[in-house]
């Protein structure tokens, strides 16, 4: 395993293929995170951290060519997210998840109705999250998608085509019904009290 500093690793962490995992200073896994990081590996960022019972597989059977998870700095993927990583799985700094959020960079050629689906093969394109991106729980995002930045998804969406910047988009599947930048012109933060908790503190 490549470290650029001490991460905080709890009970029950399983990696499998460490050579092909790097961690960045502050790094934490929570109890039973799983990293597999065959063929091209998986690279957590500075002060990311992954919550308890998520699932970093990179699933890589096939000789791949793009397949590997790269995660950012100072992201927060929240419990019992799966990332399946076979078309590569690119998730900018800054990114939050909500719980049981899913990646899945591969799927299956269906085509043929006389054929099993498992004998025609799969296609992998990958998924690319950019920076500042907050993505709510159940959201479930398929391959060849990208999450432009500063965008928001709502909880139990379905993200099946590429999301502009700054956009909030909800549903099955994902639309977006509003641009952030629209928002912040037209709805003020008002009275609202604004909060800041632990996390914000150890990364300072």
Known sequence: MNLDGTPAIEAGVRIVYADG???GKGVYLDQG????????????GDGTFIMHHTVLHVFNFRGLPNAGIRIGQNCFLGEYNVIRGQGGVHIGNDV????????VAVNHVFQDATKL????????RGILVEDDVWIGANVTVVDGVTIGKGSII??????????PPYSIAVGIPAKVIKSRQELYQNHPQGEVSVFFGSLEQLRQ
């Not at 995170?33 to 957590?44: D, E, K, M, R």
């Not at 909880?155 to 999301?163: K, P």
């Open 33 to 44: 995170v799983y990293l597999h990081a065959l063929p091209n590996g998986i690279t957590i």
């Open 21 to 23: 995992v790097h961690l």
């Open 154 to 163: 709502g909880a139990g969406s379905v993200v099946t085509q590429d999301i």
């Open 117 to 124: 689906i498992r004998q025609q093969g799969i296609t992998a």
């Open 96 to 103: 939050y998840t909500g719980p049981m959020v899913q990646f």
